[in-house]
């Protein structure tokens, strides 16, 4: 009788050990290390130019900074130098694509929005190779936010749903209250507009020039991107290390620049965006990328 306690009370032991290494085995995998990025849409951040020097209005032009509502990434790149190619740093994100609508495109169906100061991307640090990272590429592919506009002597808000991936097959998509269905290819610049007036509601579709949307990249001398992508690229401040041995996550917020971001023809030169005197829409490019580690 006191053998069989015994026994029983070492099976109980032997038990509660199993249990506590599978409940650290648990904390372990939940604790993993990750690095999280997370959108940030800044107004006051420096307006650059395709090659990531300060950029002003051209003659001619208006812009102002769009309220930002929603974005999307298509690719997402740690690169150790000025000298990485386009690709061949540390991938750690590329978007589903499809060709659905004959050549391959952004599927736009299965991408990812979010707002500002939302997390975007979270990769596990150990999914990629340790290193200094001096440079960060993001591939913008979807934006969607609310402008002002003059109609009829008033000044309006309305909401723009702007396409400025390679290539981007829509189904359908939403601006804000209207849905507009497509079922095909869209490439760089295509863009939808809501608004209303008096309660009437209405929405027109459009299509920026080849070539038109900017894309900063400072590393277009020694690192170039295709034209017609969307890949920003920003430096850090000091390099992102990453040792592969980190027991805690890493944020890096990727502050865009909206700093008159909605560029447009100003025909009569009134400064406001009026589409029914002829206002046609120019730009619609991010203009800057700085990745911050927090």
Request: charged share 15%; hydrophobic share 35%; aromatic share 10%.
């Amino acid at each position: 009788m006191i053998l069989l306690k015994r026994m029983s009370a070492m099976a109980a032991v032997v038990c509660l050990g199993l249990l506590s290494c599978k409940k650290d085995n648990n904390n372990s995998t939940a604790t993993e290390a990750k690095i999280n990025f997370v959108f940030r849409f800044d107004s006051t951040q420096q307006r650059l130019d395709n090659l990531g020097q300060p950029s002003s209005i051209p003659a001619g032009h208006g812009a102002q900074s769009p309220v930002f509502n929603l974005m999307s990434a298509h690719y997402v790149e740690l690169a150790p130098d000025m000298y990485t190619p386009l690709g061949s740093g540390q991938v750690l994100y590329r978007a589903p694509e499809t060709t659905a609508g004959g050549s391959n495109a952004i599927d736009f169906d299965q991408s990812v929005f979010k707002g500002n100061n939302e997390t975007f991307l979270s990769v596990p640090v150990k999914s990629f190779a340790a290193g200094n990272y001096n440079w960060l590429r993001v591939s913008l592919a979807y934006q969607n936010y609310d402008i002002k506009y003059m109609f009829s002597g008033n000044e309006l808000t309305g909401t723009i749903a702007s396409f400025i991936g390679f290539n981007t097959y829509v189904h359908n998509y939403k601006i804000k209250d209207s849905t507009v269905a497509i079922n095909a290819n869209k490439l760089q610049g295509y863009w939808g507009f809501e608004s209303s007036y008096l309660g009437y509601g209405f929405t027109s579709t459009g299509q920026a020039p080849p070539g038109a949307t900017t894309v900063p990249n400072p590393l277009q001398s020694t690192s170039p991107i295709p034209a017609g992508s969307c890949v920003v690229t920003g430096k850090f401040a000091s390099p992102l290390v990453i040792t592969g041995n980190e027991t805690s996550d890493i944020t890096v917020i990727v502050s865009l620049s909206t700093n008159k971001s909605f560029e447009w023809n100003d025909i009569d030169g009134n400064g406001k965006y009026d589409p029914t005197t002829g206002d046609t829409v120019v730009d619609m490019g991010i203009r800057g990328l700085i990745p911050i580690r927090q």
